[in-house]
Structures are given as C-alpha cells and as structure tokens.
C-alpha cells in the first residue's frame, strides 16, 4: 500500500473510531438524474422502540438551535465524500465529481441535501435509519430518558437533527459498486414507521429531502438563511458546498495546510474571516501575532491561533470575562465556536481554530464531554501559546512591549488564578516592568532579572509605588539602594496581588523591599553606628517611650530607634505590607483599622533634624510636639502606602505652620 494510501487510510480509522454509529457516510446524498422508477412495492418497518424514544430526545431536547441540522447533514456528506475518496485511491471505483449541493424551494417549502459519496444499500438503510444498532441501547435510554445528556453521549444521530424541522424526509441513494437497479428510497412521514423501496436511474451516493414544518422551520428554504447557516458552520469543509448552483465556501482551511505553505496575505484574509463569523470585525482588523501549528502526538491537532491587533482598557478586560475567540472543529467542522474547555479564561482574547479528528462528540456536537484527550489538548494549546509569546518577546522586545500593555490584564489574572505553579511561572514569564537598573520607561522581565542577579542572591526583590519618583524617594528603596541590589518597581496595585499570588520565580523568593528592610533592621540591629552627640541612650529610650505613648498601642506596636543616615525621620513596616495595602484598596478593612491587624513597627531615625527638634520641643511646647509626632507618623503611613483619608491631616498642619510662623492665635491659613 502506497504512503498515501496509508495515511488516509489512517485517517478514515480515525473518524470510524469515533463517529457513533449513525454517521454522515450512511446519509450521503446523490446527484439527481432525469429517469428513476420505483422497482418494487414499498416496504414498510416501524422504528424500533429505541429509536423512537431518541427521536422524540431530538425533537424536543437535543439541540439548542434547530440550525444545527444543516451542519450536521454537511457533516454527514462530506464524511461520505471523504470515504468514496478512499475508495477511489485503492482502485476500487472510478473517480468521480466531489462536491456537496444544497437547494431551496421556498415555495414548496422543502430543502434537499445531495452529493455523490460512497451511499447505501438496503442493509445500511435499515440498520442505521431504522434502528440503534448498539447492545443495552434499549436499558440505557430507559434509564436515562431525563438526561439528555447522557444519551447524546452514548449515541451518534447526527441524521436525526433532521426531524426538528421536517414533516417529511424522502433519501434516495444508490451505493457505490452497486448495479443501475439497486438503488433505494427511505421515505418516514412524520409517524413511527418508514419505507423502503427499489428504485432505479440513480448515480452513486444519496440525496435526502426535507419537507420543512410550518412556521420557525420554513426559513430553511430560503437561500441567504442556508449560506448565513453555512457560512458560520461549514464554511471550511473541504468539499466545495453550492447552494442552488453557487459555491458559497471559497476559503481554503489554512490550518490543514503546512505553516510554510502560507503567507501573511492568507493569514489576514483567513482572520477576517474568522472575526467576521465571530461578530468582532469592528474589535479586530489584523492579527499582531501568528501561532500555526500540528502534531500528531499525543493527539491529532490542527491549529491557527490569532493575538489581534487592538487596545484593549479596563472595561474590555471586564465585558469579556466569558467571551472565547477559539472555534473547535473537526474534519473542517464546526463543532463549538465558543470552546472555552480548550483555553484557560484568561487567554480567552486569542481568535483562532483548533481542529482534532481525536475529539469524542456528542450527539448535538454541542457539549463536549469531560475526558482526557480535551485535557491534552488544552495543555497542548496553552503550552503552545504561552511558549510562542516568550519566543516573541525574545525576538522582538520592543514590539512585546507595546503588545504588553494591551494584553497585560490577562496575563496577571492567569498568575493569580493559575493552581500550578509551573503554569504560573510560565504565565509570569511574560509579565513586564520598570527596574532600578533600567532607565525610566525601560520594561524587563522577570527571567531577566534573574540573569542579573548578584552571585548568592536568593530572593527577587520588589516594590509598590504610584510611579517611579515615589518609588525613588522611598525610605525602604533608600536602604536597600545603598546595598546595589536590584528592584522591580509595580506601578499597578494589580501587580502586588499578582506577586502575593506568585509567590516564587525560578526557585526565587519574590520579597517586598518593606520586609527585607524589616529584616535587615533587626539583623543589624538599632544600635549600628551610635552617634552620641545625637542621643544617649537615656534620651533615646526616653524620646521612644514617649513617641509611643503619643501615638498610642494601636498606632505602635513596636518602637525602634537607628543612626542611619536618611532623608526620612520615621519608616513604618508591618507583617504583610503588600496585603494591608490590598485590603486598604478594597475596602475590606476601613481605614486605619488594618493598624490594629498588622501591628506596625516604627523605625525612627535619631540623626534627622526633626526627630532632634522634636525631643527638644516636647520639655518646652508639648502640643505641638505631640502634633509633630502624629504628623512625621502619619507621613510614613503615606509613603508606605497605609492610609488612604487624608483631610485630617489639614488641621494638624494648619497649627504647625501656624507655630512656625510664629503665631499662636488663629491660623489664618485656609482649609482647602
């Protein structure tokens, strides 16, 4: 057997093993001839109680959109085409015209399907047509005839669709290698029973016509609602469809194709395609990235994947929470444009097709069913993506950049709502951000960082601020900047969420700069570098014991006091830093209450001018002292980021510059 025997032959396996039993090879429809006669009586067959209980599952349950008819009998013949094709490759019938044709009559109200594939003969008729050929069928729908959903799992009737809408359906077929005379007539009137009957001046393969019902149904057999039906369906299988002598597919399945087969041209004209089906043409006009894949292994997979080209705001993000732009096919069928069990969520933005001939269906093909192959190939998918990026940004960092800030939302909530944390260290690869060691406007990523990272580092160091002047003035990034240590500045509160959420990168602790200066001040103690023209350590503990007494055990948890040098009279660190000032943001703990949960301690810093002045005042102004103290206090919670109402702050203020002015009556100073 040649190789493209075998492959093929591969192929059909493929799609044998996995549609049920009734399938479009037994429904294909034939090209209609001027001369046929009935050659014998007709035969009359009730359907088996089975069947007709399944029937009545797909007349009033199955589907959700009686649309899905026309999809799945364009399915059904473009399965049997596939199949006669097969047949013509090992030489056992004469090549043929391959083509599907559908015509309307709105007039009489009917819809016909044709094409010239491998057909049936009279034991195919009664054994797919007119019964479930399956053990147990009869116990397993009695026992399942309130859930639909089981019994669209265990039986394939894609035929079936077809008597939602018709009071009649009329197939004639004739199967391939059978003389002039065998053809055959199935003809079911709308009751329990059908007939079969001989019949003759047939050409190979079947044609199935519906007489549509009244009402709803009657829109079938008007043209422009078939090619509106097609055109969101089976615009891609590869059997050129007509509908009343016009071709109306004309786009080639370009995921079936090689990637080096295919152009950028092709690419944009196959996505505006896509988008134009999925209703987004106005959203999306080109794709920025291209991801065109296959494998074989350890699932069949074709696949085309679109990141558009768009800006994307805040109120996007939010409007498209369950929206999904990846379409599921199989054998160039749509089976679900909206496959959300392939992705995760938060790569819903890409617009693309994934097609597998590995994927078990149901019986509408609407609902797929939960088992392991969709688990490969949402591994597969997501892998594939988020591994097609990282080559991005690597090969064109600039373009990444501005990709970035359009799409960053989506990949800090796939870090946050990630479980693995492999998978969350590959979405975190992506993320971008401002560092201590780059220029302002200058993004790096997180595996960068670490390649920069000083021999023995063990942790990734971190900070929140609103921009990068804050940043920079900040008392924790002024004690870690002396020690040369690398910092990644979060401009966005989501990103504080997102590295509490990380946790880790490559083995690498992700720490605020707050807790290491915490840290680094009880390693080092309160005591480095006493000065004592400064403070003795009598007025040292006596200035502590009274700046905690002023501001109270709620404000204070703990007092230190150090010699180091900075331009910053008191810092403030609590236990969680980046989770006080989250729950701050929320609302979920109003404010200042979060004081009493994470406990602050209050560096102070014994060489700033205004600690000193601050001693000295209390012996001889205690009030203003004391509303010196609140306000230094109150500027730390500020440049932490721990408090969020300020307007109590105007009055304390107002009698400061009031006593440095030197006048204790009245402020004249205004309260905005």
């Known amino acids: 057997m ?180 065998d053809g055959l007539q199935w003809t079911w009137n709308g009751d329990n029973s059908y007939e079969i009957a001989e019949t003759s001046g047939l050409q190979t393969g079947t044609k199935i016509e519906i007489r549509l019902k009244v009402g709803d149904s009657a829109t079938y057999a008007e043209e422009d609602r078939i090619k509106e039906v097609i055109n969101k369906y089976s615009y891609f299988v590869s059997a050129p469809i007509l509908v009343n002598g016009e071709r109306v597919n004309n786009l080639n399945a370009i995921w079936t194709m090689q990637a080096r087969e295919v152009n950028k041209e092709m690419h944009e004209t196959f996505f505006k395609q896509l988008v134009k089906t999925q209703g987004k043409q106005e959203m999306y006009t080109r794709p920025q990235y291209t991801i065109h894949f296959q494998t074989d292994t350890p699932v069949s997979l074709r696949s085309v994947i679109y990141i558009p080209q768009t800006q994307f705001n805040q109120l996007t993000f939010m409007a498209q929470q369950t929206m999904c732009g990846l379409s599921l096919y199989a054998r160039r069928v749509l089976i679900k444009p909206d496959a959300q069990e392939l992705i995760p969520n938060y790569l819903r933005f890409v617009i693309g097709v994934v097609d597998s001939e590995d994927i078990p269906l149901n019986l509408s093909r609407e609902m797929l069913q939960n088992n392991p192959v969709l688990r490969k190939l949402r591994k ?45 260290e590959d979405v975190a690869k992506l993320l971008l951000f401002e560092s201590s060691s780059k220029k302002a406007g200058e993004l790096t990523s997180l595996g960068d960082y670490v390649k920069r990272m000083q021999e023995g580092q063990k942790e990734i160091y971190y900070m929140y601020a609103n921009n990068r002047q804050l940043a920079e003035s900040s008392p924790y990034y002024e004690v870690i900047k002396s020690q040369n240590k690398e910092v990644l500045f979060l401009y966005d509160p989501a990103d504080e969420v997102v590295f509490l959420g990380l946790g880790q990168f490559g083995m690498k602790q992700l720490v605020p700069v707050e807790k290491w200066a915490q840290e680094e001040a009880e390693k080092t103690g309160t005591d480095d570098k006493k000065d004592t023209k400064d403070f003795r350590d009598n007025e040292k503990k006596e200035l502590l014991d009274w700046m905690k007494e002023t501001l109270g055990s709620v404000r204070v948890s703990e007092i230190s006091g150090n010699h180091r040098p900075s331009e910053h009279p008191v810092m403030v660190t609590v236990l969680d830093m980046g989770a006080a000032r989250h729950f701050l943001r929320t609302g979920e703990i109003k404010d200042m209450e979060h004081l009493v949960y994470f406990k602050p301690h209050v560096h102070v810093n014994l060489t700033h001018p205004l600690v000193k002045a601050m001693y000295k005042m209390r012996k001889t102004d205690k009030e203003t002292a004391a509303i010196l103290a609140e306000q230094i206090y109150d500027n730390a919670l500020i440049t932490a980021g721990l408090i969020k109402d300020t307007s109590r702050m105007v009055g304390r203020l107002n009698k400061l510059l009031t006593s440095l002015a030197g006048n204790k009556g009245t402020s004249t100073i205004l309260t905005p």
């Open 2 to 181: 040649s190789l493209p025997v075998r492959m093929l032959t591969g192929r059909i396996m493929r799609t044998m093993r996995y549609v049920a039993p009734i399938t479009a090879s037994h429904f294909t429809p034939s090209v209609p001839t001027q001369r046929r006669w009935m050659a014998s009586e007709p035969q009359r067959h009730e359907f088996q109680a089975e069947t007709r209980n399944l029937m009545d599952i797909v007349a009033k349950s199955l589907y959700s959109h009686s649309e899905v008819f026309v999809r799945e009998l364009i399915s059904n013949a473009s399965d049997a085409l596939e199949k006669r094709r097969y047949a013509e490759l090992k030489g056992d019938v004469a090549e043929g015209p391959s083509e599907i044709r559908i015509t309307t009559n709105k007039d009489k109200r009917t819809i016909t399907f044709e094409d010239t594939g491998i057909g049936m003969n009279r034991e195919d008729l009664v054994k797919f047509l007119g019964t479930i050929a399956k053990s147990g069928s009869k116990d397993f729908i009695e026992n399942n005839k309130e859930n639909a959903e089981a019994v669209i799992g265990q039986f394939g009737v894609g035929f079936y669709s077809a008597f939602m809408v018709a009071d009649s359906v009329v197939v004639t077929t004739r199967k391939v290698g059978s003389s002039d005379a």
């Open 380 to 424: 597969i998918i997501t892998d594939k993506i988020l591994g097609s990026l990282q080559s991005e940004m690597k090969k064109d960092p600039v373009k990444y950049s501005e990709f970035f800030k359009n799409y960053s939302l989506y990949f800090k909530e796939g870090v946050v709502t990630e479980q693995d944390q492999g998978v969350k």
